[in-house]
């Protein structure tokens, strides 16, 4: 099952770019891996489940890199053909990552990316077979920033667009996501990408996610291992925190050991997260047709 479609997020002029002759660069890595760096041309890999297990639902998959580049393959186009067997629609985005030579402000860049995927993908439903009520957004470490972003700021979305379409998250998927820029709990790497080298306390409390938690955040759904050394695994629990603050549903998975970057395959267990995670959206309605 490879991605059937390949589809521009914007048709025209793209917002929030200046002309560059940056140009997008892909590596192949030993194990087979793909990396993908200055994106300009922002993109969604369109991985459709056979017609008879289409259920309606889609999730965005955003993989993650630490806003330097994409993780595509174990954080993105495999957990589409995952997502598939479930019978969801996935998605795998090629977003922007933050660069002052090709964005005026690197700091909105890929959130203008997610949202307007999240809008492409209820507008165009019928096209892709899907139910606009049903759209998910999946990210892993930073791209679990990205996710999350979607998940708490869409109330005034970025850019000025006059498209009133919604681009909140009907739920959102976070695995050993970057939550918090506070100074205790950042990710050094995906902070300096996003804000560069001394963002301003408001900055840094506007992209901190666990302190934009509201009542209505979508229904979230946590992966992460307590020994990861990159990414603090107390990110998770802060946002675990606050949606329980806020009275919004929320299912955390937890491991003792694993690490950061695992993707689909925690090594150090037998256990399978997205076997939680088709439990979760099954209990949740997402998984009936």
């Not at 186009?77 to 019978?87: C, F, H, I, P, Q």
């Not at 992460?224 to 603090?232: F, I, S």
Request: hydrophobic share 35%.
């Amino acid at each position: 099952m490879s991605a059937q479609s390949i589809v521009s997020l914007y048709s025209g002029t793209i917002p929030n770019s200046i002309a560059t002759d940056l140009q997008e660069s892909s590596i192949t890595l030993a194990n087979g891996g793909v990396r993908v760096s200055n994106v300009v041309q922002p993109t969604l890999q369109v991985f459709r489940p056979a017609r008879e297990k289409a259920n309606g639902t889609a999730i965005i998959i955003c993989p993650g890199g630490g806003y330097g580049r994409l993780a595509m393959d174990h954080e993105g186009t495999d957990v589409a053909k995952r997502l598939n067997e479930m019978g969801i629609t996935a998605f795998v985005l090629k977003y922007r990552l933050p660069n002052d030579q090709s964005q005026p402000d690197k700091t909105t860049a890929p959130l203008l990316d997610a949202q307007q995927a999240l809008r492409l993908v209820r507008q165009r439903a019928t096209e892709f077979g899907i139910n606009p009520v049903r759209v998910g957004i999946m990210g892993f470490s930073a791209g679990g920033h990205l996710a999350a972003t979607a998940g708490t700021h869409f109330a005034k979305p970025a850019g000025d667009t006059k498209d009133n379409t919604s681009v909140r998250p009907d739920f959102q998927v976070l695995v050993y996501p970057v939550i918090s820029f506070t100074d205790s709990l950042a990710h050094g790497g995906s902070r300096k990408s996003l804000l560069g080298d001394s963002p301003t306390p408001e900055q840094i409390r506007l992209y901190s996610n666990e302190q934009q938690v509201t009542t209505q955040t979508p229904p979230t759904f946590l992966v992460h291992a307590a020994d990861d050394k990159t990414v603090k695994v107390q990110n998770s629990l802060r946002f675990y925190e606050a949606c329980l603050r806020a009275g919004v549903p929320v299912e955390m998975h937890l491991y003792p050991k694993g690490g950061h970057g695992f993707g689909m395959n925690n090594k150090t267990t037998k256990d399978n997260w997205t076997d939680r995670l088709q439990n979760w959206l099954d209990a949740n309605g997402w998984l009936v047709k």
